[in-house]
T-cell receptor, first 112, second 114 residues
Framework: DAKTTQPTSMDCAEGRAANLPCNHS???????VYWYRQIHSQGPQYIIH???NNETNEMASLIITEDRKSSTLILPHATLRDTAVYYC?????????????FGKGTKLSVIP | DTAVSQTPKYLVTQMGNDKSIKCEQN?????MYWYKQDSKKFLKIMFS???????INETVPNRFSPKSPDKAHLNLHINSLELGDSAVYFC?????????????FGSGTRLTVV
């Protein structure tokens, strides 16, 4: 079962920042927060992940609260191509192979 | 250069038939997976293989049988297809040690059982 809670859907105006929240109140100390997205009819795509510090890459930023019970994925300048379902996933990281457990995700619609 | 490729992309077949879906990855990953996405859009893992060895086998009917002839290939054979098997099946691969950030998914096979 997924360990995260996300809003079912969100809208964002094109060019504005999209902030996607995720609650993971039962996260354990060595679990990471991962974000994937699935654009219509395609396979999921990795976006970003973090443990407790904020992270940024060319796609997005990840803000994790100090108690690690929630996080926010930020797409700084949303485009129409960012319309997708965004999944927040909690999982371990390390030497093993990891099973990604997907929840329902947030359907983000970027509006022109 | 497709990293994870699945064939066929679409598959329409009648109930009771046996069909196979093939998956190949050219990323040098050592772990491969099959996921099923049903009509409600839930993505659920079915199987995982590491170096040709089955490591994850979720509650899936025995009619589903994965086969991994080598690290780069993971095929899914389905016997006696049922209407409820209609879904999109995604293959994925990763490398041990990369954690959950290293997954690469294929583009999916849409199976329709009529």
């Amino acid at each position: 079962d997924a360990k995260t809670t996300q809003p079912t859907s969100m809208d964002c105006a094109e060019g504005r920042a999209a902030n996607l929240p995720c609650n993971h109140s039962t996260i354990s100390g060595n679990e990471y927060v991962y974000w994937y997205r699935q654009i219509h009819s395609q396979g999921p795509q990795y976006i970003i992940h973090g443990l407790k510090n904020n992270e940024t890459n060319e796609m997005a930023s990840l803000i994790i609260t100090e108690d690690r019970k929630s996080s926010t994925l930020i797409l700084p300048h949303a485009t129409l191509r960012d319309t997708a379902v965004y999944y927040c996933i909690v999982a371990y990281s390390g030497a093993g192979s990891y099973q990604l457990t997907f929840g329902k995700g947030t359907k983000l619609s970027v509006i022109p | 250069d497709t990293a994870v490729s699945q064939t066929p992309k679409y598959l329409v077949t009648q109930m009771g038939n046996d069909k196979s879906i093939k998956c190949e990855q050219n990323l040098g990953h050592d772990t491969m997976y099959w996921y099923k996405q049903d009509s409600k859009k839930f993505l659920k893992i079915m199987f995982s293989y590491n170096n040709k060895e089955l490591i994850i086998n979720e509650t899936v009917p025995n009619r589903f049988s994965p086969k991994s002839p080598d690290k780069a290939h993971l095929n899914l054979h389905i016997n006696s297809l049922e209407l409820g098997d209609s879904a999109v099946y995604f293959c994925a691969s990763s490398r041990r040690g990369q954690g959950a950030s290293g997954y690469t998914f294929g583009s999916g096979t849409r199976l329709t059982v009529v």
